[in-house]
C-alpha cells in the first residue's frame, strides 16, 4: 500500500493537517510534522475516527465546495446543518412528500453531483445546496449540465421551503425570476382580500365607465357589472354609464355623488358672467348707443351733428382720427356712440353673440317716412331686444310730417307717448343741429331706465368694434370696454388672438393709460387681427392670456373644419328633435306687399306641435345681405316668393350658412315649410362625377347600335350610372347608361386604365374623340 503523508490524509478526509497530527497523538502516533508518512496502523486508527464521515466533512465545510456535490446526495449529516435542504431533509410535508424521488438516498451517492460540476460547488457558496438538489439533473434532467443551469428546479422552491433553499446561491440571481417554472410557484400564497372601505363620495365628469366607477369606489369591476345586472343593465367593463346609472350603484353603496362642472376657460363669454365679485363695487356707466335707420335719413349727419357739437367742444380740430366710435358728455353725463356706418356692425356682433348697444336711435326722415330699411332696423333692435328712441330727423325740412312718421311707426309696434305708447320721438334737424340737445336727453333717460352698471375695478373686457392691419402699427383694434378697466400693459385676449395692449388711443386721438366701462380705445399689440363683435377679456398674467389665445386659434381652425350648424330646412325636424328649436324664425321677402302678406299670414297657420313659427321680419323687394345678417343672428330661415337673393346676400348666406329657399308657388312654401318641421321632406340627390371616358374607337352593330370603345381615362364608370357625352367642350347628349362590357363580358365597373364597351340609351350618334362623363345620383344626408 502506498503510503500517505500527513497532509495527504488530512486532505483526503477534509480535516486539517493539525487535526489528523492530534488524533494520532492521541493514539500515541508521534509524527514530527505534516510531511511525515503515515503507516498502514497510523491510517487504520485514523480512519476509524475520520474515515466513515468522510464525504459528511467534506460537504459539511462550506469553503470546500467544490467537493461537496460529490457527495452531497447522501450525506445525512447534511440534514442536520441545513433543517431545509436537501432532499432526505424536506420537513415540509407537501414537498418532500411530493417528491419521494428527490432526496439524495434515491441516488447512487455522487452519481449526480458527479455530473453537475458546475452547480453545487462554484455557483453556491453554501456547499450544502449541492444536498439540496437531487432532483435536479439526476431525475428530471439526464443531462447533469443541464440541470446546472436550472437552479429553480423542483419542488426546493415551493412557498415555504423556497427561502431555505436559497441561501443566496445562485450567482445572486433572485429566488426563482426568470424561470418559469419557479415564477409561478413563488407567487405567495392567495390572501384573503381585504376590501378597501367605500369612498364617502365620487364625483364624476359626464360619465364614467365601468372600470373608473370600480376604481373611484374601490371595487371590482365584476362587482359593478354584477349590480348593474341586478338593476337590469347589462354592461361591460369599459361601457361609459350615464349620470342615472352611476347614481343607482353609488346610492346601491351609500356614495355620495356630485357631477362635476368644469369650466372651459377658453370660452371668453364665461368672463362676461356676472358674480358677486364683479356685481360688488358696481357704478353707472354711460350708455352705449348704435343709430340705424334708412338710406339717407341722416344717420352720418346726425353722428357727425353729436360729435362736432358735444366732443369738439375744447378740442378744436382735435379729432384727428376716426376709431369707430366716439364718447360724449351731456349734463355732465356720457354718452357713447358706435360711430359705424349703417347697421352693418350692429348684426355682425349680435350675429358673433355680442352684445353692446344698450339703446338704439331710429332715424326717420320726417319727409320720407318710414321705409323698408327702417323696418328691417326696427326688427334688428326688436330682436336684440335693444330700446328705440325715434329720431324724426329733417325738421327743417318744409315737407317734414312727423305725424305720417309716427302713424306708420304703429303700425310697426312703436307707438309715442303722446299717442299712449311708451316710445320716445324725438324731432331733430341734424344737419341744423337743432333738437340734439332733447335727443340726447332722451338717451339718458333710457339709459338711466336700464340701470347701466359696471366695475371698474375688475380686470376689463368687452367687444371688438372694429380692426384692421396698420402698416406701421401692425394690428390696430377698436375696443369698447364693457366692464372693468383696461390698461396699457395688460395680457389680453381679443377672439383668437392675444397679446399685451402696448398703446391705447382715445377717440379723440389722445394716448390713454386707462380706459374704463362703455369706454372706446383703440389698442395694439395683439398677435393677430380679430374680428368686429369679437370678445377680448383682460387675464392676470401673459402666459395664461397666450395659452388661451393659442387654444382659442387652435379650435377656431378647428370650427372652420366643421361648419356652424345654422337651422336649416333640412337640419330643422333633427334640432326639433333634440329640443334646441321651440321657435322657428322666419324672414319672408316677395316680389309684392300683396303677397308677403299672405304668405305670412299662411306661415302664421301652420301648426306643428312643439314648435311655433315666428315671422321676424317680412319685406318686399330682393333678399339683400341686411336680411341675411339678420337671419345669421337670429337663426332664421329666408323665404324668397318671386323674388332672388342679390350677389351680396347670397355670398353672405353662403359664408353665414344661412337657408334660402325660393317658391313661385304658395301652398308649396308651406308645405315645404311644414313637411319639414314633421321631418319629413323628400330626399334631396346631388350629383357625384365618378368618372371619364375617352371613345377611341367606334363599332356599329346592327340591332345594338353603336359601341363605343373606351379608355376610362379618370376615376371609373359603373353599371348602373348616368352618362353625359362631351364633344368640343359641349354637352350633346346626357341619359343612361345601356350596356357595359369588358370584351365581351358585361362588366359591373370598368376602373381608370382600363378598357370597355359602351352603349347608351338612345343615343348612337357617339363618336371617335368624344368623352364620356359617368355620374351618379346621391342622396345629400341631412345635417
Ligand atoms: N334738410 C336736412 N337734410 C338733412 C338732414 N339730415 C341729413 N340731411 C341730408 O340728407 C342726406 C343724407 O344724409 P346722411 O347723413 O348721409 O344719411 P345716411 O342715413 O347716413 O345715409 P347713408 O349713409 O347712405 O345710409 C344728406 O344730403 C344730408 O345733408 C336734416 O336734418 N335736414
Request: aromatic content about 4%.
Amino acid at each position: 500500500m502506498t503510503k500517505i503523508r500527513v497532509h495527504e490524509y488530512a486532505k483526503k478526509v477534509n480535516r486539517t493537517s493539525k487535526e489528523v497530527i492530534d488524533e494520532l497523538a492521541k493514539n500515541n502516533v508521534s509524527v514530527s510534522n505534516h510531511m511525515a508518512t503515515l503507516d498502514s496502523e497510523a491510517v487504520s486508527k485514523l480512519d476509524r475516527k475520520f474515515a466513515g464521515n468522510t464525504s459528511n466533512q467534506q460537504t459539511s465545510k462550506p469553503n470546500t465546495s467544490a467537493n461537496n456535490t460529490n457527495n452531497g446526495q447522501k450525506n445525512n449529516r447534511q440534514g442536520g446543518n441545513r433543517p431545509a435542504q436537501g432532499g432526505q431533509n424536506r420537513p415540509t410535508g407537501g414537498q418532500g412528500g411530493n417528491r419521494p424521488a428527490q432526496g439524495g438516498q434515491n441516488r447512487p451517492a455522487g452519481g449526480q453531483g458527479g455530473n453537475r460540476p458546475a452547480q453545487g460547488g462554484q455557483n453556491r457558496p453554501a456547499g450544502g445546496q449541492g444536498g439540496n438538489r437531487p432532483a435536479q439533473g439526476g431525475q428530471n434532467r439526464p443531462t447533469g449540465g443541464q440541470g446546472g443551469n436550472r437552479p429553480a428546479q423542483g419542488g426546493q422552491n415551493r412557498p415555504g421551503s423556497g427561502g431555505q433553499n436559497r441561501p443566496g446561491g445562485r450567482g445572486g440571481r433572485p429566488p426563482a425570476k426568470g424561470i418559469n417554472q419557479g415564477r409561478r410557484r413563488y407567487r405567495p400564497a392567495p390572501q384573503p382580500k381585504v376590501e378597501q372601505p367605500l369612498p364617502e363620495k365620487i364625483t364624476f365628469y359626464e360619465s364614467l365607465s365601468v372600470a373608473e366607477l370600480a376604481q373611484k369606489l374601490h371595487r371590482e369591476p365584476s362587482e359593478i357589472i354584477k349590480k348593474l345586472f341586478m338593476l337590469g343593465v347589462m354592461a361591460t367593463i369599459n361601457q361609459e354609464l350615464d349620470q342615472d346609472a352611476i347614481e343607482l350603484i353609488c346610492a346601491d353603496y351609500g356614495v355620495e355623488v356630485e357631477e362635476e362642472i368644469r369650466i372651459d376657460v377658453t370660452d371668453l363669454e364665461i368672463y362676461f358672467e356676472e358674480s358677486e365679485e364683479t356685481v360688488e363695487g358696481q357704478t353707472e356707466r354711460p350708455p352705449v348707443v348704435t343709430i340705424m335707420g334708412h338710406v339717407d335719413h341722416g344717420k352720418t349727419t346726425l353722428l357727425d351733428s353729436i360729435r362736432n357739437t358735444k366732443v369738439t367742444q375744447g378740442e378744436a380740430g382735435g379729432i384727428t382720427q376716426h376709431i369707430g366710435a366716439y364718447q360724449i358728455e351731456e349734463h355732465g353725463k356720457k354718452i357713447t356712440f358706435l360711430d359705424t356706418p349703417g347697421h352693418a356692425a350692429f348684426t355682425t356682433m349680435r350675429a358673433r353673440g355680442a352684445k353692446v348697444t344698450d339703446l338704439t336711435i331710429l332715424v326717420v326722415a320726417a319727409d320720407d317716412g318710414v321705409m323698408p330699411q327702417t323696418i328691417e332696423a326696427i326688427n334688428h333692435a326688436k330682436a336684440a331686444e335693444v330700446p328705440i328712441i325715434v329720431a324724426v330727423n329733417k325738421m327743417d325740412k318744409p315737407t317734414a310730417n312727423p305725424d305720417r312718421v309716427m302713424q306708420e311707426l304703429t303700425e310697426h309696434g312703436l307707438v309715442a307717448e303722446d299717442w299712449g305708447g311708451d316710445t320716445i320721438f324725438a324731432p331733430i334737424s341734424a344737419l341744423k343741429g337743432e333738437g340734439i340737445d332733447h335727443l340726447l336727453e332722451m338717451v339718458l333717460l333710457v339709459a338711466e331706465v336700464g340701470e347701466l352698471k359696471a366695475n371698474p375695478a375688475i380686470r376689463a373686457r368687452g367687444t371688438v368694434i372694429e380692426a384692421q392691419l396698420d402698416r406701421g402699427r401692425g394690428s390696430v383694434a377698436t375696443l369698447l370696454v364693457q366692464d372693468g378697466t383696461l390698461h396699457v400693459g395688460d395680457p389680453i385676449v381679443v377672439g383668437n388672438t392675444y397679446g399685451r395692449v402696448r398703446a391705447m388711443i382715445n377717440d379723440i386721438g389722445r394716448r390713454v393709460k386707462e380706459a374704463g366701462p362703455s369706454t372706446p380705445v383703440e389698442i395694439t399689440g395683439l398677435s393677430d387681427v380679430p374680428q368686429a363683435g369679437d370678445r377680448f377679456v383682460v387675464f392676470e398674467d401673459e402666459k395664461t392670456a397666450r395659452q388661451i389665445g393659442e387654444s382659442r386659434a387652435g379650435e377656431a381652425l378647428q370650427e372652420q373644419r366643421v361648419e356652424k350648424t345654422r337651422v336649416t330646412l333640412d337640419n330643422l325636424f333633427d334640432q326639433m328633435k333634440q329640443g334646441e328649436m321651440k321657435e322657428l324664425n322666419l324672414i319672408v321677402k316677395a316680389d309684392v306687399q300683396g303677397t308677403v302678406e299672405a304668405m305670412a299670414a299662411s306661415l302664421m297657420k301652420i301648426e306643428v306641435e312643439g314648435v311655433n313659427v315666428k315671422i321676424i321680419h317680412t319685406g318686399a323687394g330682393a333678399i339683400n345681405e341686411s336680411d341675411i345678417s339678420l337671419a345669421a343672428a337670429s337663426n332664421a330661415i329666408v323665404i324668397g316668393f318671386n323674388v332672388r337673393p342679390d350677389v351680396n346676400a347670397k355670398r353672405a348666406a353662403e359664408e353665414e350658412g344661412v337657408d334660402i329657399r325660393q317658391h313661385r308657388v304658395i301652398y308649396k312654401v308651406i308645405e315645404e315649410i311644414e313637411s319639414a318641421m314633421k321631418g319629413m321632406l323628400d330626399p334631396e340627390y346631388e350629383e357625384k362625377v365618378i368618372g371619364q371616358l375617352e371613345v377611341r374607337e367606334t363599332f356599329k352593330v346592327s340591332k345594338i347600335g353603336t359601341i363605343a370603345g373606351s379608355y376610362v381615362t379618370d376615376g371609373k364608370i359603373t353599371r348602373d350610372s348616368s352618362v353625359r357625352i362631351i364633344r368640343d367642350n359641349i354637352v350633346i347628349f346626357e341619359g343612361e347608361l345601356d350596356t357595359l362590357k369588358r370584351f365581351k363580358d358585361d362588366a359591373k365597373e370598368v376602373a381608370k386604365g382600363y378598357e370597355c364597351g359602351v352603349t347608351i340609351k338612345n343615343f348612337n350618334d357617339i363618336k371617335e374623340g368624344d368623352i364620356i362623363e359617368a355620374y351618379v345620383m346621391e342622396e345629400i344626408k341631412r345635417v
